[in-house]
């Protein structure tokens, strides 16, 4: 690898900006996410120039050489969502060539908002229980203004839940976070029923219709995958139980409720919860 200041730079195979991969930020069934910055050389190394700026502080996934094809997929995906300031935004992609254990690996990196706050699950854990505050409420709305960008794109998220959305800052003096979707792994077109198959998610997330052999999934999973999000965000649960009615609102229960109907062709739309009582004054 090259090096400018003392810090090796990613070899990228195709021209792009010079790049410096961090500390690692989490790991997945793909590989791996972390912490990248771009570095601006005031001269070209090796011949090549900076020829295009990405953001200078991200998060990039990279994925082991076998992974590759599921990481494009995503990547595809996301260009689907470039105008959504609730969805996590996709800078570019890079493949660049790496040493791992002594051997030469090609790998491919998807390059992304970094998310200062971290995850909402991270938020939850670390904020007092039965909180309906101006704050959480207003996460809620840009959950569900995300989701129904999604939907509206005739897209599936499938896995939506509190460690796939992001805290993000818009600036780096803001000091305030935006909650942004993430992960879109598992994504899917919806055409009609077949395209509903294979069911994928996280179990304690994934909706009744999803179980068993003869499961499906459609939006209307991603709406009780909504009302757990909730259930989670107001009392660090995901399961209901009626003790738990006593700690919310009324209007939170109902909002929860609405989402978690066995019947998935009853459950509202997001653009429909956007309009219920429990967000209002947000």
Same mark, same amino acid.
């Given at each position: 690898? #090259? ?13 792009? !900006? ?17 912490? #990248? ?8 190394? *090796? ?15 990279? #994925?082991? !050489? ?8 995503? $990547? ?47 938020? =939850? $854990?670390?904020?007092? !229980? ?5 704050? =959480? $409420?207003?996460?809620?709305?840009? &959950? ?12 599936? /998220?499938? *896995? ?20 942004? &979707? ?9 055409? *009609? ?42 009392? $660090? ?8 009615? /006593? ?6 229960? *109902? ?14 739309? #997001? ?12």
């Amino acid at each position: 690898m #090259a090096k400018y200041n003392g810090v090796e730079l990613e070899k990228s195979v195709h021209s792009l !900006p010079f790049w410096a991969r961090g500390q690692i930020l989490g790991e997945g069934g793909f590989g791996c996410v972390y912490f #990248a910055r771009m570095i601006t050389l005031p001269t070209p190394i *090796d011949g090549i120039s900076h020829v295009r700026s990405f953001h200078p502080l991200m998060a990039v996934k990279t #994925a082991f !050489p076998s992974k590759s094809k599921e990481l494009e997929d995503e $990547k595809k995906i996301l260009d689907n969502f470039v105008d959504c300031p609730y969805i996590i935004e996709c800078y570019g992609d890079d493949t660049t060539i790496n040493i791992i254990d002594g051997n030469k690996k090609v790998l491919y990196n998807v390059f992304l908002e970094y998310a200062h706050g971290g995850t909402l699950f991270e938020f =939850v $854990k670390t904020s007092p !229980p039965y909180d309906e505050s101006k704050q =959480v $409420k207003e996460y809620i709305r840009q &959950i569900l203004k995300g989701v129904n960008y999604i939907h509206e794109k005739g897209f599936i /998220h499938s *896995d939506l839940n509190p460690e796939n959305i992001l805290l993000v800052k818009e600036r780096e003096e803001d000091t305030f976070f935006v909650a942004k &979707i993430s992960d879109f792994g598992l994504a899917k077109i919806v055409d *009609d029923f077949k395209n509903l198959t294979p069911i994928v998610g996280t179990l304690e997330y994934l909706a009744p219709e999803c179980l068993g052999k003869n499961g499906i999934q459609g939006q209307f999973s991603d709406i009780w995958a909504i009302g757990i999000t909730i259930l989670f965000m107001l009392t $660090k649960n995901v399961k209901w139980s009626n003790d738990l009615s /006593h700690h919310i609102s009324e209007e939170a229960k *109902d909002f929860i409720m609405k989402c978690i109907q066995a019947n998935p062709f009853k459950r509202p739309s #997001a653009k429909m919860l956007l309009s219920h009582s429990f967000l209002a004054n947000t």
